[in-house]
């Protein structure tokens, strides 16, 4: 018996189904809000293509890691990155280095969040960074690892580019790339 409509039927039933749940995933991103010195700005996180990375960040923020962390490297038109130093410019300390997800498909484009690294590929930690600029130099080329995207500030971008702004220089035991007045994280929260 032959039911060529009902196929087609099923076929967009089907396909309806996928875009709902497409649509309900993208919705379902988690997201957090960086209350700074300066403002605040909202990262929605991306788990489907960086959920190591994510799960990580989201580990971070529920241990209230950021609290009372400064932005320790501001690179104006590059990237401002924090999350690393409390306010006296000590290290906090860190759980292992997170495995590398830099080809995720995501790009190191203005407003997304990557996770800082040494040069050892897999030495990812609490450090972000968001791009001020489209930076594909830190994407993954054939012969290196990149640095891993894992969201994008959904609102308060203009606070990120207030932060890139300022004036930086040596200071702590930073010889070059510091905000000379603190930029101080003072907590990121997830939002509900």
Known sequence: MRIPGFARLLGLVAALLLGFSSLA??????RVRVET?????VIELDPQR????????LEYVKADHYTDTVFHRVIGNFVVQGGGFDTKYVEKPTRPGTPNESGN???????????ARTGEPHSGTAQFYVNLADNAALDPQPSRWGYTVF????????????????????????DRDAPLQPILIKRVEVLQ
């Open 25 to 30: 995933s993208a919705q379902s991103a988690p």
């Open 37 to 41: 010195s300066l403002g605040s700005f």
């Open 50 to 57: 960086s959920p190591l990375t994510v799960a990580s960040f």
């Open 105 to 115: 498909g995501l790009s190191n484009r203005r407003g997304t969040v990557g996770l």
């Open 151 to 174: 969201g994008r500030v959904i609102d308060g971008m203009n606070v990120v580019d207030d932060i890139g702004a300022v004036a930086t220089g040596n200071l702590g035991p930073f």
